[in-house]
Each structure stands twice: as C-alpha cells, then as structure tokens.
C-alpha cells in the first residue's frame, strides 16, 4: 500500500523506541495497532455502503429502462387503439354505404331484379297485359 518493507519498518521502531521509551514503546504498538484496525473496519464499511448505493443504483437503471420500454408498449396500444377506433369508425360508415347502391352496376342490378320481382307478383303489369 504505502510500500514500506522491512527494513523502513525496522527504522521506525527503533525511532519510536528512542523517543518514547521502553515502557510506553508496548502501548504505543498497540494504538497504532487499534487505530489500523478502526481504520479497516471504517474502509471496509464505506466500501460496503458504496457497493450496496452501487446496486440501488444499478437497480434503478434497470427499472428506468423497464419503464422506457412500457411507455413505448403504451404509446404502441395507445396508437393501435387509435387506429382500431378509426377503422371500425369507417367500418360502420361502409355499412351504412353497403344499404344503398353505390355504383351504377349496382342501381341497375337492384333494378332489374325489382322489376323481376314486380313481375312475378299478381296482378302485376306483366300479367294484365
């Protein structure tokens, strides 16, 4: 981490040796000690907390596209209804259509067949004559 190997190691003792003296020397080690090992506890936490704000995160995501995606479903049904709406809309505007002739071949098909059918009728035209 820092990169400090043995020998560093070894020079900083003797340092603290000197400067503290050999009664404290033993508690200062094991405030130093303490205090790295807070320090672990305190990284390892704020990395897990991280990690967990990473997942929320990466949760989130996925939940925004997965909302992206149904909007555009929506929009998609909402069109297809719209058009549905339009076509049956003219649909039952061909029905109303389809009652009445609405070409010539169809006037004189519906003719001819009324005239067939008054002429079958008693005492029709056709019949008096």
């Known amino acids: 981490m820092f990169d400090i190997?043995?020998?560093?190691?070894?020079?900083?003792a003797?340092?603290?040796?000197?400067?503290?003296?050999?009664e404290e020397?033993?508690?200062?080690v094991r405030q130093c000690i303490r205090g790295l090992a807070r320090l672990r506890r305190m990284v390892s936490s704020v990395?897990?907390?991280?990690?967990?704000?990473?997942?929320?995160?990466?949760e989130l995501k996925r939940?925004?596209?997965?909302?992206?995606?149904?909007?555009?479903?929506?929009?998609?049904?909402?069109?297809?209804r719209r058009s549905l709406s339009t076509d049956v809309a003219?649909?039952?505007?061909?029905?109303?259509?389809?009652?009445?002739?609405s070409n010539r071949?169809?006037?004189?098909?519906?003719?001819a067949s009324?005239?067939?059918a008054q002429s079958k009728r008693p005492g029709s035209s056709s019949e008096l004559e």
């Open 90 to 101: 003219a649909g039952s505007s061909d029905h109303t259509s389809r009652d009445q002739p």
């Open 47 to 58: 990395r897990e907390d991280l990690e967990y704000e990473v997942q929320k995160t990466e």
């Open 25 to 28: 020397f033993p508690v200062l």
């Open 105 to 111: 071949h169809e006037l004189d098909t519906q003719g």
């Open 63 to 80: 939940l925004i596209a997965r909302e992206v995606e149904l909007e555009k479903m929506h929009g998609i049904l909402d069109e297809t």
């Open 14 to 22: 003797v340092v603290a040796l000197l400067v503290v003296g050999p």
């Open 5 to 12: 190997g043995f020998w560093e190691l070894t020079v900083i």
């Open 114 to 116: 009324q005239a067939s």
